[in-house]
């Protein structure tokens, strides 16, 4: 048997490919979580194409963008958040059935999976948003050029304080926690950093 025709199966990677396009879009930039979203749900789909479909699931998956986009461009209220998290957690859990109209994901998996993705899409939602907020407040094209200091070491990731913030960053070199370091290109809310040297900060 397929195991992509495994519902248990389909069903995580579904809820994987939710939970990486979710963060790509409050972390945008190197473009590796849209990749990995992308491939678990077309991987989801492929399985969902064996399986009994839940009509009411599935919608309430689809209406659950709506206060998904809410919560992102109009209020800004923890509320719609709460929305959307339930809409995915709700929808994929009940979207795959049995022949008997019964829910076809097994009952622990989806309770562990839910327990693990709740609190990892209310924090990353909560940041998002606040830097969302924070942005219209504040000139984020100020932010190339500027030099800060490199928090953790950084190359295919870290993260680097800048203008009294602390920021994503990430570089083509490897670069050790503590360095000073300039902002070379801004990705969404990702800087792509250089480092430099000590006595160039210097007036």
Same mark, same amino acid.
């Given at each position: 048997?397929?195991? /992509?025709?495994?519902?248990?199966? +389909?069903?995580?990677? =579904? $809820?994987? *490919?939710? !939970?990486?396009?979710? #963060? &790509? @879009? ?24 064996? /399986?009994?479909?839940?009509?009411? +699931?599935?919608?309430? =998956? $689809?209406? *659950?963008? !709506?206060?998904?986009? #809410? &919560? @992102? ?30 829910? +076809? ?99």
């Amino acid at each position: 048997m397929n195991p /992509l025709m495994d519902p248990n199966v +389909a069903y995580v990677l =579904l $809820v994987l *490919g939710l !939970v990486l396009g979710i #963060l &790509a @879009l409050f972390s945008p930039g190197t473009g590796l979580l849209e990749i990995g979203a992308l491939f678990a749900i077309v991987l989801a789909g492929i399985g969902a194409l064996s /399986l009994r479909i839940n009509p009411w +699931a599935l919608g309430i =998956l $689809v209406v *659950g963008v !709506v206060p998904f986009y #809410l &919560a @992102l461009r109009r209020s800004r209220h923890w509320i719609f958040l709460l929305l959307t998290i339930a809409a995915v957690i709700a929808g994929s859990v009940f979207l795959f059935e049995t022949a008997e109209g019964q829910p +076809a994901v097994n009952f622990w998996l989806a309770l562990v999976t839910s327990i693990i993705v709740i609190p990892i899409l209310w924090i990353v939602g909560r940041k998002g948003i606040e830097a969302i907020g924070r942005g219209k407040d504040f000139d984020l094209t100020r932010l190339v050029g500027a030099i800060g200091e490199a928090k953790t070491d950084i190359h295919r990731d870290g993260a680097v304080y800048v203008m009294g913030e602390e920021w994503s960053a990430w570089s083509d070199e490897e670069i050790p926690a503590g360095s000073k370091v300039r902002v070379v290109r801004r990705e969404g809310l990702i800087l792509q950093v250089e480092k430099v040297d000590e006595e160039s900060t210097i007036p």
